[in-house]
């Protein structure tokens, strides 16, 4: 009866192989694709459609990045629970056969012992006090194998939800840059004079030369009284969804350092104003890409630079949260693209990256002096 106990012990160890928070994960993520395709169906009627869009790409990028977040952890978790009941098939064999051989109606004697009726009746003993936990185990056995057809069934129902989540939020996209390019309702601080910018931006070879000369390419400035932000610096929600990548003053992969932040996105993740701002310039510069600078109050100047595109004209004034354009790399994520299951944290589906610079008097501050980084990438 020596191996009966320890088949017994060596299964009392492995540990609980309960589904973990994986499918609830994935489900929650559901309901928030769910909540954002009807956020896109009752856009077009809604008072501000920019507004409306805006909320529902959002709604979409957080369901998708749970989704994915879920996805993964779901396929982890089955991996998991197939590997260690495969790894104790033999185990798991000699329980069944132990299991087997225990009817309700069958007495102790029925199991011989070559040491007479007293080996008999501790055999009979040993069995009657490992029966309940036999029987435990083997239900926990059962549980495991409903959990890994569970998950994987949640598996496929989940890739299609993230599959048509990645086709709507597309469509959203689509109809917030049709939004923006018909929205005639911001208001214009001042007018750009286009001669004046193409000299600066041939002129200017830093972006500090830009920074310093943006005053200069407005005509007919009616100033304005922009909202305090003392209280708000450190606690500025970040542009876009993404993972900081690179931090001010760290080298590229050329040597090459920045005073700015570099975030990982994924493809057409939407960029919004991280508070009230006036826009100084929107447009190319140096090597910078397309660029979007935002001054939220005299002196204080946001640069944010890798837009794929690019949405509104210096000299509008916009909100806190108002879009400002989306990230590249679309076309390799189309509809027809398989859905991506990749966890959050290494980055490797965040194919874009956006610079973000903070300018005091033209003096480069610490991007994460001013941003959150407590937000869910």
Sequence with gaps: MKWVAAVFLGLWALPALAQDDAGALARAAGGQLEAASVRLSEADS????????????????????AMRSGLRRASIREAQLRGQLQARDAEIAQLVAVLQTLSPGQSPTAFLHPDGP???ARAGMLL????????QRAAQLRQDLDDVESLRVL????????????????????????????????????????VRTAILIASA??????????????????????????????????PARGVILRRAGEPD???????????ATRPGTLVTSPTAATLRYVGP???????????????????????????????QIISAGTPLGLMGGLPAQDAATPASTGGEGGGADRSETLYIEVRENNV??????WFSTEQDG
């Design 118 to 120: 007293n080996g008999t």
């Design 285 to 315: 510069l140096l090597d910078f890409g397309t660029v979007t600078i935002l001054e939220p109050r005299p002196g204080t100047l946001i640069v944010l630079a890798g837009l794929d595109v690019s949405y509104g004209s210096s000299g």
């Design 46 to 65: 809604a008072r501000d459609r920019v507004r409306a869009l805006t909320e529902t790409v959002h709604a979409y990028e957080a369901g998708l990045s």
């Design 128 to 135: 009657a006090e490992l029966t309940p936990a036999l029987n």
């Design 364 to 369: 480069p501050m610490d991007p994460l002096t």
């Design 205 to 238: 070879e830093t972006l500090d030369a830009f920074s310093s000369g943006l005053a200069n390419i407005a005509e007919d400035d009616a100033g304005w009284t922009p909202p305090e932000i003392d209280d708000l610096i450190g606690e500025f929600p970040m």
């Design 155 to 194: 598996q496929e129902q989940a890739a299609v939800q993230l599959q048509t989540g990645l086709t709507e939020v597309q469509t959203a996209r689509s109809e917030l840059n049709q939004a923006m390019a018909e929205r005639t309702d911001l208001p214009q601080r001042f007018v750009e004079d286009p």
């Design 253 to 263: 992969a050329a040597g090459i350092t920045r005073p700015g932040i570099l975030l």
